[in-house]
């Protein structure tokens, strides 16, 4: 080996030495080093020759075979060819123990500390779930940019301008118990409403006069209390209070003669234990009748029965019952005008989840059970007579234990104060109200069960035909493009708007048969979102749609074009007609849907005419198209397919096309709905207070402060809210 080879091999081996003294200075181990890196601990060398990363590892060594570096026995001892730096040394022993060669200084170098690196610390799972969602989200803006810069924006702006904006349903919630139907009593026989009418006519005359006859009594006996209190004397022998006694007896007797049918009802009523307000005048009558005898033969207080306020009674029990009558005669004339009338059903949860109006040709069954119905009032009244009934008896009990002489008075007094003057107005006025005023508008409510299912009514679907019925939409003329054949354009395009049942459909076909041509066969019939139809016929592709369709499928249109209504027709991506539209809307449109928007009443498009989206209404006619909802045309179709089933409970019968009637009916329902509800409130609210105050009054007997005039001033004081408000149910 030549000496310059020694002498390199020299300094390399100075240099691993000062390598191993500095790391077996530190604060460190090698192992621990090792160790914090997830490296098995090397094992203890016997020389000073450390070994490197990627050298082969040394045999596993006995620790009780191995001694501290630098002792007795130091690395001069090892003869593990291993240590040596280069094999070439082996060939010449000697320059191993050359002093010059290879010196090793007694001492080892002062040891100087070596800069220690920090090792990071162990993250927490907090720190790293952090830094792995901000890595995510820079993933994602990446892809998000990388997908924004690949789509088209031009186009994506020609979409949205072309395809009108859809509204989309919720989700429905689960359905809660208290929306169960709750289980109905047998109802009537469905009589047919012509044989209805004609019951319901009969005797409305003469019912009328007893209405009249009626008043007279109640104003005589009225005359009859106020004379004394003017100061006007009677001539003998009507100056005896015995005599008057037997004259507001007599008249009390012709007026219930005059109400006997109604009062007999209330009787029977009673004991199918359905107590009514009719129930509670009979027994006043009963009563008072026999407090005026009673008073007549014995001579008993200076006081008149309560005739007066019978009477006053009597008059509005029987009134309400004629408004009753003449409202049920109105509805089933109406119903009767037409075979095939529509019929006006709400439909549970239909769009977003809502029960939601709906009008379809169909027959009156049902009409004739449900206009025989009870009505809202007497379904309340049922359930708080009985409870007045207990009551008046009570208290006329506990009056009667310490006065026996006061038990007919205050019978009297507390029934003729429980018996709400409004029992039987409260549902016959507004109803007979609300018939006047849809009857020429051809429109019939289906008695108290379709007036009560409107609580849950909040949305209404508008078809073509309610919007436009036949008559306002009319051609102005069509114009062929090309060589096509005029007869064949016309075809295709009639053929296309019969199956995606249009309202066009008759414009269309009347045209068609003007030219003598015939229908065609369409096959894969699809309806677009952009407001046309495409289909095959006879192996050509058809188009028909508004012009905004055809500029979506990029069908050529002509220059200069200004057709505000149109249908175009394109065969094989060529424009091969244009037919000229002219819509007149009603002028009923404006005020139906007024009264439906005021009772929160939303309407749904769910039309299949293309031409009729909201832009077009609100554009050219300044209906408010912001405040209703447009489906998409798949769920329009399924809301508008006349082969639906209907579940829903029958609300109007209608006889007339057109938005009108349909608006009116859903109007007239709530608004009487709530008017009866309120009605029946007031009524019961005014009976409960009454008694309180009669049995009180009868038990300090108060014979001035409970007279028959107080009293008719307090029951007409509870009568005046009940009268105005059904008033004004027939005023939208």
Known sequence: MSDQNKKLNKGELIDIKSLIGDADGGDYSLDDIMAEFGHSPPPASTGKVVPFPGTQPLPKLNPEDLEEPGGPEGPEDSEDPEDLDDPEDLDDPEDLNDPEELEEPEEPPERQPAPVIPFPQEESVLSAFIKDLGKKADDYADHMFAEDEAIDKEEVRRLERLIPG????????????????????????????????????????WMRLRVLLLFLLAALSLAQTLIPLAGASWIPPMDKM??????????????????????????????????????????ACGFTLADGMDLAASGGPVRLPYSLVCLTGLFFLLHGAYHKRCALRLSCRTAAAAASPYRVTLEPGMWNDRDTYCKWS?????????????????????????????????????????????????????????????????????????????????????????????????????????????????????????????????????????????????????????????????????????????????????LVGSAAFMKLMKVKLPQGLNVKSAVFCAIDGRLAGIFALSYTLPDTVFPALESLMLERVGPVLATRDFNLIPAMLQQRFKLAADKMAFPTIQRRRELSDPDREHEGLLAALLCREGLLPFAESITAAKRLRWAVRLGAALCCGGSLLGMLLAAYLTSVGAYTSLSPLNLLFYLLTWLAPVWFLSGWVHRF
């Open 166 to 205: 859809t509204d989309q349903e919720e989700e429905p919630p689960p359905d809660p118990r208290w929306r169960r139907p709750k289980p109905r009593e047998a109802p009537p026989p469905d009589t047919p409403p012509q044989q209805l009418a004609k019951r319901y006519g009969r005797g409305l005359k």
């Open 242 to 283: 015995e005599n008057q006694c037997w004259l507001s007896a007599g008249l009390l007797g012709l007026g219930i003669l005059l109400a006997f049918d109604v009062l007999f009802t209330g009787i029977v009523r009673a004991f199918r234990l359905r107590f009514g307000m009719d129930t509670m005048a009979a027994l």
């Open 362 to 542: 169909g027959s009156p069954e049902g009409f004739g059970s449900q206009i025989q119905s009870d009505d809202g009032a007497q379904r309340i009244f049922r359930r708080i007579c009985p409870l007045l009934f207990l009551g008046d008896i009570a208290f006329a009990v506990m009056v009667s234990a310490d006065y026996p002489e006061r038990r007919l008075w205050a019978l009297s007094a507390l029934f003729a104060a429980t018996t709400a003057f409004g029992g039987s107005l409260v549902y016959g006025r507004p109803f007979h109200k609300a018939a006047r005023r849809l009857t020429p508008s051809g429109a019939a409510l289906a008695g108290w069960p379709g007036v009560a299912c409107s609580r849950g009514g909040g949305q209404v679907l508008i078809t073509d035909g309610d919007l436009f019925p036949p008559g306002y939409v009319e051609l102005n003329g069509f114009k062929v493009m090309g060589d096509f054949p005029a007869e064949r354009v016309v075809a295709y395009t009639a053929t296309l708007i019969r199956d995606s049942g249009s309202g066009l459909e008759k414009l269309f076909h009347d045209q068609l048969r003007t030219m003598g041509g015939l229908m065609r066969n369409a096959n894969s019939l699809v309806c677009h979102e952009g407001g046309g139809l495409s289909a095959n016929i006879r192996g050509d592709q058809v």
